[in-house]
């Protein structure tokens, strides 16, 4: 399908997302929203794609939500209805996560329901919504040219779409306050310290060094494996040991009659490239 605010790709069996606003440093609209939804969902139900890879285009990932918008809410109704659409905490009424667990039906939530890794190449400014959108990545590489903030704080509003939850899971309880309360400008590398972001590139090789991992995944592992050890990972957020543990086992029996296990098995021996099928 044709996208105004976003473009897409497929190659080498990883999807690209693009935020495409480069003018608006990617900024985030009802439009954009509804189209990056679309384009998961897209990268999801395709049997060609095993990663999915969320950028922006330009100098930015993405600067948070539109200005205007913002703008809007605290002017007339008219233009403030644009605005609520980005902004308001609505439940995603179908789509693949129409049938998730509550935690994860929200207009930003979305991600952890979805079968294959999402990848973030933050390649720039991630801030505001653009950061808490980059939070429900399951993996994040960071540009040495990205700078991070909040945002919240300094605009008059709060930890805003389950920022609240997340981040104190990925950077500490004392970090989330901190980038929240302060809504401070951190580099890459403060980002790093944090686990905000798993790796730091140079902002030339961001793209090429995203890419490589995605293709590794898609070229040497069990698609299966992935769709499975991504949902273990996000459930267990809301699970005690006992029930991990009981899912895991479970998860281990269906393992053993999967294909993918048997051509695991078969191109160790064979010392052979996999030919995983996802089934």
Not at 177 to 187: E, G, P, Y
């Amino acid at each position: 399908m044709g996208y105004a605010e976003i473009l897409y790709e497929v190659k080498d069996r990883v999807a690209t997302v693009t935020l495409n606003r480069p003018d608006k440093l990617n900024a985030w609209t009802a439009v954009m929203g509804r189209e990056v939804r679309a384009a998961m969902h897209e990268a999801s139900e395709d049997d060609g794609v095993r990663v999915i890879v969320l950028t922006g285009a330009g100098r930015g990932f993405c600067a948070g939500a539109d200005m205007g918008l913002l703008s809007g809410l605290s002017g007339n109704a008219a233009a403030g209805e644009e605005a609520e659409a980005v902004l308001r905490r609505e439940r995603a009424p179908d789509g693949a996560e129409s049938g998730a667990a509550a935690e994860f039906r929200g207009p930003y939530a979305y991600f952890p329901t979805l079968a294959k890794p999402v990848l973030a190449a933050l390649n720039g400014a991630t801030a505001g919504l653009g950061l808490v959108v980059s939070l429900y990545c399951d993996v994040r590489f960071a540009s040495d040219t990205a700078v991070f903030t909040t945002s919240f704080a300094r605009r008059g509003l709060i930890a805003e779409h389950g920022v609240s939850w997340m981040l104190p899971r990925l950077v500490g309880l004392q970090n989330a306050l901190d980038l929240l309360l302060s809504a401070r400008k951190i580099d890459a590398h403060e980002a790093l310290r944090m686990g905000l972001v798993s790796q730091v590139l140079p902002a030339a090789t961001l793209t090429s060094g995203v890419l490589g991992y995605a293709r590794e995944l898609a070229d040497f592992v069990s698609p299966r494996s992935m769709a499975v050890i991504k949902r273990q990972l996000w459930q267990a957020q809301f699970q005690g040991l006992a029930d991990a543990t009981a899912v895991a086992d479970d998860e281990m029996r269906k393992s053993f009659g999967a294909e993918d296990f048997k051509e695991g098995v078969a191109h160790f021996l064979e010392k052979r490239a996999p030919r995983f099928t996802g089934r």
